[in-house]
């Protein structure tokens, strides 16, 4: 049996952040648009359409540069909507043939679609170029598509093409007088190769193509063979077709509108047995579930479950989404529900023989979830201290078995223990020539005996953050004689005096 | 009840990175305080002691010495405790210590100076207990705050442990030397600290004394500390966390403030005032005296300097006229007996000891500035202009009055010839006798804008563009301010975070950023110079700098010799060696002829390349001025100055000397001062000479004159002069009109003129060269090549230059050039030059010498690959580019550059040698070398790329057909134009310039084929039009052409960037 007759299709298109952004803005099309990445202050023009192109803006600017130029609307890049758009993309040119490979880069969206046999079902080469752009043209996406017997050379010539050529087909055989004429830059050669071939005065593929097999190899190494075959058009290549992303997602449209959790929980079930069937088969176990509900009159409501090790458990995974969906229950009656899961590995525990019996790690996530639950998910977890003079300044950190129990000590002074109080309580204070005299405190007044103090800090004084704080240590007591000995402090910035904390 | 408080423990900027102020700004705020006095503690050194010791003065404040010494053996300075999350590095604690007395004084600056030399590079160093031991005595030891050892001490082994601390410095100082500091920044564990430091105090029964800790003059400084502190740990602010300060507390406080924060602790206040009392030292009782120089026995270093200047006067004078012979007999005479009195002799003997040095090792030497109104220093050779012949006024280089040492510059031929009479300074005077001046590098537009960016947390590519726009020129428009080129490179300035930024840039500008080493001051004492002032080491193997800059030197009377590399000294010396060698004649720069070829050169402004007269400001005076005679060359070099411009004085000389306006004096007295100079007042000396003239005044009170009005904070002083002078003059019988007039020459240009003796030096090396290049272009030019950089041109225009004045000039070639250019003789007889392989931009000096060595000794290449084995140091880049330059074209089998590129791009690739044993399999057929030729424009851009110039046709003859269509004039075309005829003119930019004095004008030179072209840029035009103006590399310039006495210019009102087809020429910008 003979081997078919090899046909590649190239879909080349340019300024992809911008036309990303631009598909599902129709009404911007029109006009100049810049897309800027980073993040403020530090932004910059990462991609620009034709007309703000043709305005003046270039790759780089920053938003006061393009302020210059009049009617160019910013748009502020964002990797999902690329994302929605590259899937969107390669779901269309997949239709037109299942074996695709992406050579996306950062710039540019690049996808090549082996169409070897496709002529029965798309016609010639020119009219599934043409339908495919047409088809994408209905997406908001512009592109280009170039057609040949040769994968590489199809990719060159659709980097090469120029804008206005939206079709370019080369019949079999004719690769290399159709890459002649284009510049070596669509090569994506490395810098240190191109600046050889510029010195050599090598500018084309047509050049580059001319110089002698061997001599090439000798120079330049086994690269230079490869270079020389994709400047002819000859260069082979194996097709590695993109599978489908493997995605543990499940989505259920239902029929009426769910008001009652319980209710929703059977179908959840369902849905949870399915995402753990399918991550069972490749081994894997569920580490985190996302539930996203539509709700009547729009909106959705999505919350994630994330037990501490991956667990295929059905009824662990139930007992969770049940206690995190009562705890922030949906504000309306759900009307389809999505699942998506995470994957991760099984959890494998080995226990040794004598060591001491561990609670179950999937009863003390439940354990904790119902913690979490009335108290709060940020405050859950281990208390980190951060470096900075910020007074009170910590973060909660999930909690972690340490390697070992470290102990410190502190030398040569008595530490008087302090109970903080959090938040700390608003008191009002009389001063009198920057002396505390006295102050309310929990509705009771207390005349102040002594005080240390002021304990002065600051910070952050080049941010928003910026802080200033003034404590005192005082002794006071009350009419009735009662002694009271706390932290007051003074917020500089806001001019608002608390009780910090109350000495034992 | 007054308080009486002085802060003992400042630190200033001088603590690099440590502190935030500058000292003057500690005693300004001291002054505002109203506080009588105030101590200096850098870290490790006395930086900044000078400074505050002059500022100090100036306010009527008492400025007290010392310094915060890191000691090695005291532990760790005091960090956050070990479970608080920080980035502490661990360092050596410092104690403070304060000198009471010159002893004390000597003692800290030799400390510092064991424990800095003891390092082996460049870096802080520690002192440790048995360095503090013997250097104890006339020195007051703090314990510290929180950089001293009681407070890490207490924290880490209790209070026990402070003890023992506080006790081992009391057995070092003494009971009576140390004091228990306290220190109150409102932090709760400072105060834990302090109460365990009163009971050590009171148990040991020593003296408490506050402190402030003083890091920055105003609390608002406080920003500037914490950007330091990020800057010198390589942290961005938002992550410096426990790094930064924990508040604004470490100012200058008031004595009110301090007594009542301490008033629970008695007589702490009073101490400081108490022991400010006992420090006696201030650095005004240095102690400083110049080292002796060894005589011979039965002679005084007079005595002995007397012979040496006699034999001087012989050499010198033994062939010129009676007359001279017997008024520089005389002068000589004067000088000696001032120089005894003063007791200069060992100065001027030790400077004569390092000319003959240098001539007796072959070094071309010679003095600069006010040394050459000296005929002692005429005589002993230290000087080559005769200030006897030329009537120079001594009392400019030295009088009685002035109570400073004087200053003599000398100029040796750059690199190694001048580190050679460094070295030798070094061996003769000792390690710590000698050293190089500091010079403190600071923060400017560049530098602030980087780092202070950094510590903001901006991304490098942002800081890189701003810095590439902060303006570094001379003159600054309204528009060039931080903030304009914050905005140019992208930057919101509305923004909070760039605002403040924008704000930290300006405040940090001026503030010391590290200790450098100056080019050529040198400090001489002999054995003793670290008890004058600390030294350490220099980046620069084998280098010691003491760690004052020379401005704070000369406040302190300290000498120093300025051992100077000039560039044109090495050009000059090179000239001497290949002129006899390749045109068969002897030369003698002391005895060049006036001759009328060179003048006419002069005249003509054909200057390039020839020593202070090729800019272009020169080139435009030079037609004006027309100098026919050594003297006026003199003049030319002095008149294009910024101080004779700004003071008016340029124009009138210039009308004057083409007779357009008539000679007249301000007074007839005064014609013998200023006939010289056309009635127009040009050097300092004549400054002087019109106060003796018209107001009696002495040599030194006229001197003192000039230094008054050259320094503009001594109103008072110039008040009491300006009165003394209309005395004198009214006593001369000079009426007040007149007066006025002589008072207005005076005050206008006085700030800047320049001295007549230094123009008189650098005009003989300007003749020098110009006779060199008019006379011997071949070695002129292969000499100026061999010592780039220097000069206003780059290669490029000096090989152009040469070329239009007939020097053929011929390209690197491996088979004949050795590193620097060389010269050749052709058959015809004519000289030629041969660029040497040190052009070829990256090739190794070591695998260039080695070609040339290799060649030398086994003949020449006979291909590619031959080069490639025989001289394997050359690495394949390296072979790349000798090929991509055309100097591997003339070897067998290479017909041009890219054959030449093809084979040693195989060559560089070689087999191993089992391999290459069948030779046949890996030969290649050497008929089809596939690659072709490069063009015209590729080869230009390969010269250009390769070397930084081309010894082809200039870029601009390609182009010319194309631009006279165009109706483009070339240069030579532009001189045969009319004043005022709109015309366009075309070429590379060689050079911009935005003088100080051209009030936002931009001159820019441009060069074709046929010479240089000027181009005149108004400020509109640059506003309009910075780009082009700024990047341009070939610029087409149309607008009214200036014809004024031969000097052309284009007066551009339209600028077009000419696309320059990748050629990466390079123009010397904003000078």
Redesign the interface.
């Known amino acids: 049996m003979s081997r078919p007759i090899e046909q590649f299709a190239c879909v080349y298109a340019q300024e992809f952040p911008v036309q990303a952004l631009l598909r599902l803005r129709p009404e911007l099309r029109g006009g100049p648009c810049a897309v800027l990445e980073?993040t403020?202050?530090?932004q910059?023009v990462c991609s620009c359409n034709t007309s703000a192109l043709d305005l003046g803006v270039e790759h780089g600017?920053?938003?006061?540069?393009l302020e210059t130029i009049p009617s160019v609307i910013a748009l502020a890049r964002s990797a999902l909507e690329e994302v929605s758009t590259r899937t969107a993309l390669l779901e269309c040119i997949g239709s037109f043939s299942p074996s695709l490979e992406e050579l996306t880069d950062d710039g540019a969206f690049v996808c090549v679609a082996d169409i070897s046999g496709t002529e029965r079902l798309h016609g010639q080469p020119t009219s599934l170029a043409r339908a495919l752009i047409d088809r994408m043209h209905v997406l908001g996406v512009y592109a280009s598509v170039a057609t040949t017997g040769n994968f590489h050379a199809a990719v060159c010539l659709a980097r090469g093409m120029p804008p206005s050529d939206r079709v370019g087909i080369v019949p079999q055989g004719q690769e290399a007088s159709a890459l002649a004429p284009l510049p070596l830059r669509v090569l994506g050669l490395d810098p240190e190769r191109a600046e050889?071939f510029e010195?050599?005065?090598?500018k084309t593929l047509g050049a580059l193509a001319?110089?002698?097999e061997?001599?090439l190899i000798?120079?330049?190494?086994q690269d230079g063979k490869r270079l020389r075959q994709l400047a002819r058009g000859t260069a082979p290549h194996l097709f590695v077709p993109i599978e489908p992303p493997f995605a543990l997602d499940e989505f259920i449209e239902l029929d009426s509108p769910v008001e009652l959790l319980e209710s929703l929980l059977f179908v959840l079930g369902a849905l949870l047995g399915q995402l753990i069937v399918r991550a069972a088969n490749r081994a894997l176990a569920l580490a985190a579930v996302t539930a996203t509900l539509a709700l009547e009159g729009g909106g959705t409501h999505s919350r994630t479950v994330r037990p501490a090790l991956p667990s295929n458990d059905k009824r662990l995974w139930i007992k969770l989404l049940h206690m995190d969906l009562e705890m922030h229950p949906p504000g309306a009656a759900v009307l389809s529900l999505r699942l998506a899961a995470e994957p991760g590995r099984t959890a494998k525990v080995q226990l040794g023989l004598f060591s001491p019996q561990l609670p179950d790690a999937t009863r003390l996530d439940v354990t904790l979830a119902r913690i979490r639950a009335v108290v709060g998910e940020e405050n859950v977890g281990s208390p980190?201290?951060?470096?900075?003079?910020r007074p009170g300044d910590f973060t909660m950190q999930p909690f972690k078995v340490a390697a070992q129990q470290e102990r410190?000590s502190?030398?040569?002074?008595v530490v008087t223990p302090l109970r903080q109080l959090r938040p700390p309580e608003d008191v009002t204070v009389i001063v009198r020539e920057h002396d505390l005299l006295a102050f309310f405190f929990r509705h009771r007044r207390y005349e102040v005996e002594r005080a240390?103090?002021?304990?002065?800090?600051?910070?952050d004084?080049?941010?928003?953050a910026r802080w200033g704080t003034?404590s005192w240590?005082v002794v006071a007591r009350h009419p009735d004689g009662s002694l009271i000995c706390g932290c007051l402090v003074r917020d500089v910035v806001q001019s608002r005096w608390q009780m910090a904390g109350l000495y034992d | 009840m007054t308080s009486r408080y002085v802060e003992l423990h400042a630190a200033s900027a001088f603590s690099f990175l440590e502190g935030a102020s500058q000292p003057e700004d500690l005693i300004e705020r001291a002054v505002e305080l109203e506080m009588p006095a105030m101590a200096l503690l850098d870290r490790n050194g006395v930086y900044g002691s000078a400074r505050f010791h002059t500022s100090a003065k100036r306010n009527c404040v008492r400025a007290h010495v010392g310094a915060e010494v890191a000691v090695s053996s005291l532990g760790p300075r005091l960090t956050p405790?070990?479970?608080?999350?920080?980035?502490h590095i661990p360092e050596h604690a410092r104690i403070p210590l304060l000198c009471e007395s010159r002893e004390g004084y000597q003692n800290l600056c030799q400390l510092i100076t064991r424990f800095k030399l003891r390092e082996s590079a460049k870096g802080e160093g520690s002192a440790v207990l048995d360095d503090l031991r013997e250097y104890a005595s006339g020195l007051i030891c703090l314990t510290g705050g929180d950089e001293g050892p009681l407070a890490s001490a207490?924290?880490?082994?209790?209070?026990d442990a402070g003890r023992q601390i506080v006790e081992q410095l009391v057995n070092i100082y003494g009971r009576q030397s140390v004091y228990v500091e306290l220190q109150r920044?409102?932090?709760?564990e400072q105060?834990?600290r302090n109460q365990a430091a009163l009971r050590i105090a009171c148990s040991l029964h020593l003296p408490v004394i506050a402190t402030n800790g003083v890091r920055y003059a105003r609390a608002h400084e406080r920003?500037v500390l914490?950007v330091f502190t990020s800057i010198r740990n390589h942290i961005n602010?938002?992550?410096a966390?426990?790094l930064?300060s924990?508040?604004?507390?470490r100012h200058i406080r008031p004595a009110a403030q301090m007594t009542q924060l301490f008033r629970d602790v008695p007589g702490a206040i009073e101490t400081t005032a108490d022991l400010s009392e006992r420090l006696q030292f201030e650095l005004s009782d240095l102690g400083y005296a110049f080292p002796r120089y060894p005589v011979p026995d039965g002679e005084t270093m007079d005595s002995f300097l007397g012979k040496r200047v006699a034999e001087g006067v012989a050499r010198r004078y033994g062939q010129k006229t009676s007359d001279l012979l017997e008024r520089a007999k005389k002068q000589m005479e004067h000088e000696l007996k001032l120089i005894a009195k003063l007791g200069f002799a060992g100065y001027f003997l030790i400077v004569w000891d390092i000319v003959q040095f240098c001539k007796r090792n072959d070094i071309l030497i010679q003095g600069r500035g006010s040394a050459a109104n000296s005929a002692v220093c005429y005589a002993l050779e230290i000087t080559a202009v005769d200030p006897v012949g030329m009537d120079l006024l001594f009392e400019r280089f030295l009088s009685e009055s002035r109570g400073e040492w004087p200053d003599i510059d000398l100029d040796l031929p750059s690199e190694e010839k001048r580190e050679q009479a460094i070295q030798y300074v070094y061996q003769r005077y000792g390690v710590l006798g000698a050293a190089m001046t500091a010079n403190v590098i600071c923060y400017r537009g560049r530098s602030a804008a980087r780092e202070v960016g950094k510590a903001?947390g901006?991304?490098q590519?942002?800081l890189g563009r701003l810095s590439s726009l902060v303006g570094h020129f001379e003159w600054k428009g309204p528009t060039d301010t931080m903030a304009h080129s914050f905005?140019h490179?992208?930057?919101?300035l509305k923004?909070?975070?760039?605002a403040?930024y924008l704000d930290l840039c300006m405040r940090i500008q001026d503030l010391p950023r590290h200790l450098g080493q100056h080019s050529g001051g040198m400090v001489i004492c002999q054995g003793q110079l670290n008890s004058v002032v600390p030294l350490e080491r220099a980046s620069m193997p084998g280098r010691t700098i003491v760690q004052w800059d020379k401005e704070d030197c000369a406040d302190l009377g300290i000498i120093k010799v300025d051992l100077l590399g000039l560039g044109m000294m090495a050009v000059l010396k090179d000239c001497l060696e290949l002129i006899p060698q390749h045109y068969g004649e002897r030369v003698d720069l002391a005895q060049l002829p006036e001759d009328e070829e060179v003048y006419l050169t002069l005249q003509k402004a054909d200057t390039v390349g020839m020593f202070q007269v090729e800019s272009r400001a020169q080139m435009a005076s030079l037609p004006r001025n027309k100098p026919d005679r050594f003297y006026d060359l003199v003049v030319q070099v002095a008149i294009i100055r910024p101080g004779p411009i700004v003071g008016k004085m340029m124009h009138p000389y210039m009308r004057r000397r083409q007779k357009k306006e008539p000679v007249s004096y301000p007074h007839p007295s005064l014609e013998p001062v200023l006939k010289r100079t056309l009635g127009v007042p040009l050097f300092q000396e004549q400054l002087l000479r019109i106060a003796m003239t018209v107001a009696n005044f002495s040599g030194a009170e006229a001197e003192e004159l000039r230094r008054a009005v050259g320094m503009r904070r001594s109103w008072e002083r110039m008040k009491n002069l300006e009165g003394k002078l209309r005395a004198g003059m009214t006593a001369n019988g000079i009426g007040p009109k007149v007066q006025e007039t002589i008072i207005e020459n005076i005050s206008s240009f006085a700030l800047y003129g320049f001295p007549e003796s230094h123009a008189a030096s650098f005009a003989l090396l300007a003749y020098a060269s110009a006779y060199f290049k008019v006379k011997y272009l071949a070695a002129f030019t292969c000499a100026i090549l061999n010592n780039q950089p220097m000069g206003f041109y780059m290669p490029a225009v000096l090989v152009k230059d040469a070329q239009r004045h007939g020097l053929r000039v011929k390209p690197i070639d491996v088979q004949i050039s050795r590193w620097a250019c060389t010269i050749e003789h052709e058959s015809d007889g004519a000289l030629s030059m041969r660029l040497g392989l040190g052009y070829a931009k990256g090739l190794r000096k070591r695998a260039g010498d080695a070609l040339v060595v290799e060649r030398i000794s086994r003949g020449a290449f006979h291909s590619a690959e031959d080069l490639t084995l025989r001289v394997p140091g050359l690495s394949r880049k390296e072979l790349?580019l000798l090929a991509?330059v055309g100097a591997m074209n003339s070897i067998e089998g290479v017909s041009h550059r890219?054959d030449a590129?093809?084979q040693v791009?195989?060559a560089g690739?070689l087999e191993g040698p089992l391999l290459r044993q069948q030779s046949e399999w890996l030969r290649?057929d050497s008929a089809?070398l596939?690659?072709?030729q490069?063009t015209t424009s590729?080869r230009l851009v390969a010269d250009y790329a390769g070397t930084g110039l081309t010894v082809g046709r200039h870029p601009m003859h390609y182009r010319r057909s194309e631009l006279r269509r165009q109706h483009v004039l070339s240069a030579s075309e532009l001189r045969r134009c009319r004043d005022g005829e709109i015309v366009r003119a075309a070429g590379c930019v060689i050079a911009r310039q935005r003088p100080g004095t051209a009030k936002g004008f931009i001159f820019i030179s441009m060069e074709d084929e046929t010479g240089i072209a000027n181009v005149i840029v108004t400020p509109d035009l640059y506003e309009r039009q910075r780009l082009v103006v700024t990047r341009s590399k070939f610029l087409i310039a149309e607008g009214p052409l200036q014809n004024q006495d031969g000097v052309i210019h284009v007066k551009a009102i339209n600028l077009i960037e000419l696309s320059d087809h990748d050629l990466r020429t390079s123009s010397h910008d904003f000078h």
């Open positions: 980073g403020p202050p530090s910059q600017m920053t938003p006061v540069e050889t010195l050599w005065g090598i001319s110089l002698p061997e001599p000798a120079r330049v190494g980190v201290l951060n470096d900075t003079h410190q502190s030398v040569g002074c240390f103090g002021p304990w002065l800090g600051s910070g004084w080049w941010s928003s003034q240590d | 405790h070990a479970w608080l999350p920080h980035q207490l924290v880490s082994g209790g209070e920044h409102g932090e709760r105060e834990w920003e914490d602010l938002d992550r966390g426990r930064l924990l508040n604004s507390q903001l901006f991304d590519e942002s905005q490179a992208g930057f919101d923004h909070p975070r760039i403040k790349t991509r890219r590129l093809w791009d195989r690739r290649e089809g596939p690659l072709e490069m590729e």
